[in-house]
């Protein structure tokens, strides 16, 4: 298996569970730092594109459509891909910056359709900050539950990488058919989402090398981002 397949091997790097305490607890600090950048970014480039009329001209191409959100799926898909590899990079800090900032950028410009629908045609208008708390609460509580047992949760990779392939296979159907997700499939994917905040936690102090705190920030804003998502839709079913 190459590097490319598996990004945790990098040979020059150490894996952060055998690095020093110092190292660890550096390799962590930034790690979450550069997440909590991560965040505050992509809160300031959505909000910034709520406020500029492409915003509307956005949802009413992906919503006027049949393959509207497809289009922007694939298209996301294919920059999640790309922003990945960058991150990952072993030769080019520059690089792997280069790659969250993209992925950041790809997130927000993706989440502009929801973020304006639910701003704009929902009575409660606090529904946007009661989903981006109620994320907060269960990362947080999802974090220490990793952090104080010290579990490895890298045995959840495959059972995750199947229900992703039925969970994109059941979207796509969705999108091409034209029915709807479902309150039962917006909840599974909550709970999907959590698991990979503990798969990627769990790699935080398990598996990822000292040196790569910018790819082991992008897995976990990348979680972040889809339980977000999914919470806000529930949100929204319930109003």
Known sequence: MSYADNPYEAPQYTFAAEAAADERASF???????????????????????????????????LGTQYGYLIVLVGFMAVSWVANSWASSSTSV??????????????????????????????????????GLTTLVLFAGLTCVVFLTRKDFSFLRGILGLL?????????????????????????????????????????????????????????FASVALLFWYVLQLFMSRD
């Open 164 to 220: 992703g392939f039925a969970a994109m296979a059941y979207i796509i159907a969705a999108l091409i058919f034209g029915f709807s997700i479902g309150l039962f499939f917006t909840v599974a994917m909550i709970a999907f989402a959590c698991g990979y905040i503990l798969y990627d936690t769990s790699n935080v102090l398990h598996h990822y090398r000292i040196g790569q705190h910018v790819a082991a920030s992008l897995a976990l």
């Open 28 to 62: 962590i600090t930034k790690t979450y730092l550069h997440l909590a950048g991560a965040v505050v970014a992509f809160i300031a480039i959505t909000a910034g594109l709520l406020q500029l009329p492409i915003a509307q001209q956005l949802t009413e191409s992906v």
């Open 94 to 131: 520059g690089m792997q910056y280069a790659g969250l900032g993209l992925y950041v950028v790809a997130e927000s410009i993706f989440f502009v359709p929801i973020l304006y629908i639910a701003h704009n045609f929902f009575p409660d208008d606090q529904i946007i900050p009661q989903a």
